[in-house]
């Protein structure tokens, strides 16, 4: 019974002519890719900033942003922040919030001060402004370190679960965790979505098992197939400067 | 035995001395200086700092909560405000017991169990010679960590599931009874520990395997001239060569026994094990966000991040004792 007797792809086609999921993994790659370009910019010109040992205010900063690693405040105000800011309901809500954190800047920034002075000097006598050493030296030089981080936030936008649930309520802007989520938790009886209950319907030839099991290998093959290419650089991006013994 | 008065007097000797840097002549000359100096720098900063000021420093606004019968038609001004009333009731509340005993029996089934299997795999992986196969034994490790926690769970229930699921029809074709695992209060947390050794463990080598590779490699040729085989070198040279990695991961990993996997949580709990799945977390969101009492929901909010800030900084502090880098 539980050998198969034939291979067959139809719950794949079926599922990608499904509008609704299709719609979500359009949300999540929009997240992927646009919040993950966000994410980098935010990310590495604050740590480059922060790397800069001649920047008056650097501690205090430094110890600004390490408080908010030790004390969250907690999913209620951030709730009502994402109200207060007239996000509810809208993809900035997915966005914004997780654009970076106290870790990934220390991380990075422990990245750019192992970057050699002299570099920045050259630039600067051949007539760089600063802005123009961070986008013309600094962002080529920590290419490695990019794509580490890069696979990081894209994998946690492609991810992105709760959020979905707290701050989206129209059908048009769910992420694909969430849609993924009610097609897997609940029994197709149970399904509260009409468009997702339409999909494990009893109309179908297969089984809702079959469907479900269709619908976790397709959410995960974006970071099945891009994640073993980037490997050598995570492990590498992950070192950097934090482990030192 | 006069110690500690002499380290007051030297410490008050020593004050005088100490001027702030704000109250120097010129330190407002100074800082104009370098900001024209580095404007185009501090410019760069501007997106990353105004991110923590309105995403991380803004909400802190919101803690005002806990002492408010907050209404969103009011808001925070005129809202009333009630003192320490929901603490007192969130403290007073069985549910505050039931929270913080499923918060340690998680936190500490994964410490007991979820700690040492990064350092068993790490150890193994550091004995295989074959590199390729190293490395695609770390790239299929590593791979569960970037799943959703809605993919695992959601593998779980077509795996576990009581009426169709996978194990339970083998346990049916071998005539044995289906078990109930996913409803089954006994095996909640059990199932919660095995979720996270399955998604996280082989990512956890990571850290050990970077320390590994920072052990000397005379050390073991010594050794094996010395007669020492593979057993020995790794119960004489590996071993402690990653014994401070080992205790300082552990004490950090202490401090943050507040913290439980809310996803997680929240996607495997249902009705019949919610006794033993309610964490801080769900609580906040079920009691404030589901249920609209903010004011009381921000009190086991506040009440998680403070023990959890404790925690942090008192494990900091003995890491560094140990002589190591701790969190910060």
Request: charged letters at 15%; aromatic letters at 14%; glycine letters at 8%.
């Amino acid at each position: 019974m539980l050998i198969p007797q034939t291979w067959s792809l139809a719950s794949y086609e079926y599922i990608l002519s499904t509008k609704t999921f299709l719609r979500s993994m359009g949300i999540s790659g929009i997240l992927a890719v646009g919040g993950t370009l966000l994410s980098l910019i935010v990310t590495s010109s604050l740590a480059y900033v922060l790397s800069r040992r001649r920047l008056k205010g650097r501690k205090f900063i430094l110890f600004a942003i390490l408080i908010t690693m030790l004390f969250n405040p907690g999913m209620i105000p951030n709730y009502l922040l994402i109200d207060k800011l007239g996000l509810m309901d809208s993809i900035w809500a997915l966005i914004l919030p997780s654009l970076t954190s106290a870790w990934y800047v220390f991380l990075m920034r422990n990245f750019y001060m192992e970057v050699p002075d002299e570099l920045e000097e050259a630039a600067k006598i051949d007539g760089c402004s600063d802005i123009g050493v961070y986008f013309r030296i600094m962002i080529p030089v920590s290419a490695s370190a990019m794509a580490a981080f890069g696979l990081f936030f894209a994998v946690a936008y492609w991810n992105t679960y709760f959020a979905g649930v707290l701050y989206i309520n129209s059908d048009a802007l769910r992420p694909m965790q969430v849609i993924l989520q009610l097609m897997l938790v609940q029994s197709s009886t149970q399904v509260a979505d009409p468009s997702v209950a339409q999909m494990l319907g009893s109309e179908q030839v297969m089984p809702p098992q079959v469907i479900k099991m269709a619908a976790v290998v397709i959410s995960s093959i974006p970071i099945v197939v891009v994640y073993p290419f980037l490997q050598k650089y995570f492990t590498q991006g992950m070192m950097v400067g934090s482990v030192k013994g | 035995m006069s110690l500690p008065i002499e380290r007051v007097q030297e410490g008050a000797a020593y004050l005088p001395s100490q001027a702030k840097p704000g109250s120097k002549p010129g330190a407002l000359h100074e800082w104009k200086k370098a900001f024209k100096r580095d404007k185009y720098l501090y410019l760069l900063a501007v997106p990353g700092l105004l991110f923590f000021l309105v995403f991380k420093y803004f909400p802190m606004w919101g803690l005002s909560l806990a002492f408010q019968n907050y209404s969103p038609f009011l808001g925070f001004w005129d809202s009333e405000w009630v003192g320490f009333k929901y603490f007192a009731e969130f403290f007073s509340n069985p549910d505050f017991m039931i929270l913080f005993r499923n918060t340690m029996a998680i936190s500490l089934l994964n410490i007991v169990f979820f700690f040492p299997i990064p350092i068993i795999l790490a150890l193994l992986l550091n004995e295989v010679r074959l590199m390729v196969f190293k490395r695609i034994v770390q790239t299929i490790v590593y791979l569960p960590h970037f799943l959703s926690w809605v993919v695992i769970a959601g593998i779980c229930f077509l795996l576990f599931g009581q009426a169709d699921g996978i194990v339970n029809k083998l346990i049916e074709q071998f005539g044995g009874k289906p078990v109930a695992f996913l409803i089954e209060p006994n095996y909640f947390w059990g199932m919660l520990t095995a979720q996270s050794i399955w998604k996280e463990a082989g990512w956890g080598t990571i850290i050990f395997l970077a320390a590994l590779s920072g052990i000397n490699q005379d050390l073991y040729e010594a050794a094996r001239i010395d007669g020492a085989n593979r057993w020995n070198q790794m119960r004489y040279i590996t071993i402690p060569g990653i014994k401070s990695t080992i205790i300082v991961l552990l004490i950090l990993r202490l401090g943050q026994v507040m913290d439980v996997g809310f996803e997680q949580i929240y996607l495997m709990m249902s009705g019949p094990v919610a006794h033993v799945a309610d964490v801080f977390d769900t609580y906040v969101y079920r009691v404030g966000i589901q249920q609209g009492r903010f004011g009381y929901a921000t009190v086991a909010g506040i009440f998680k991040s403070v023990v959890g800030l404790i925690l942090v900084v008192l494990t900091n502090r003995l890491a560094k004792k140990f002589g190591e880098e701790g969190l910060y």
